[in-house]
């Protein structure tokens, strides 16, 4: 059973544009959120989190927007480089994030110059 | 010094040879972590040591042996390996016990033949 569901495999975005990358989960216990990117051949690297105390949460280019009563989170980047082109994964924890991360199997992100 | 570092980068082993893969950080993280990635997969959690304690065994099968000498370093002794077990291995920290936020390495890429 997929707890964390990213249902878009992929998603192609000119630069500049906003790539809008979402998330799914049915585990009601989870309240902490992590979005990471990977790059062929690396390990995954932190990008951005969310407690489940808020509902948007900024770093630069990057927000991050949770949706509890949907079970649903999105990753906005804006604007959208052709660096940004990766493998975004998402992931949740339950407990404030002291639980077992659970990932989604990923969305590959390709900005187009 | 926020960097989890792994060796060998590649192995290509046989099925009957034994081999080790290195991971060390000197963040003062207190939990390391074992991952496996497939391709087009998300990490798959394999162990789990804190405080130099294994605290998770996913289920893995006897032919991984994890080794946590001190604080700073984890091993994966790799024995009698089947062919599918070919995948990009993670090692991770995190402050805590997952503690939130994940540090991975870059990963081995194994191959077996």
């Known amino acids: 059973d997929q707890q964390v569901k990213q249902n878009s495999p992929s998603l192609s975005v000119q630069e500049g544009r906003i790539s809008i990358l979402n998330c799914d989960y049915t585990?009601?216990?989870?309240?902490?959120f992590l979005w990471y990117k990977k790059y062929p051949a690396e390990g995954p690297t932190f990008l951005i989190s969310?407690?489940?105390?808020?509902d948007k949460n900024e770093d630069g280019r990057f927000t991050v927007f949770l949706n509890k009563s949907a079970k649903h989170l999105s990753l906005h980047i804006v604007p959208s480089q052709p660096g940004d082109s990766a493998v975004y994964f998402c992931?949740?924890?339950?407990?404030?994030?002291?639980?077992?991360?659970?990932f989604g199997k990923g969305t590959k992100l390709t900005v187009n110059p | 010094d926020t960097e989890v570092t792994q060796t060998p980068k590649h192995l290509v082993m046989g099925m009957t040879n034994k081999k080790s893969l290195k991971c060390e950080q000197h963040?003062?993280?207190?939990?390391m972590y074992w991952y496996k990635q497939k391709a087009k997969k998300p990490p798959e959690l394999m162990f789990v040591?804190?405080?130099?304690?294994?605290?998770i065994n996913e289920s893995v099968p006897s032919r991984f042996s994890p080794e946590c000498p001190n604080s700073s370093l984890l091993n994966l002794h790799l024995h009698a390996l089947q062919p599918e077990d070919s995948a990009l291995y993670l090692c991770?920290?995190?402050?805590?016990?997952?503690?939130?936020?994940?540090?991975f390495g870059p990963g081995t890429r194994l191959t077996v033949l």
């Open positions: 991770a920290s995190s402050q805590d016990y997952f503690g939130g936020r994940l540090f």
């Open positions: 585990n009601s216990m989870f309240d902490y």
């Open positions: 969310i407690s489940s105390i808020k």
């Open positions: 992931a949740a924890s339950a407990r404030g994030g002291s639980e077992k991360l659970v």
């Open positions: 963040m003062g993280h207190r939990a």
């Open positions: 040591y804190s405080y130099e304690k294994l605290s």
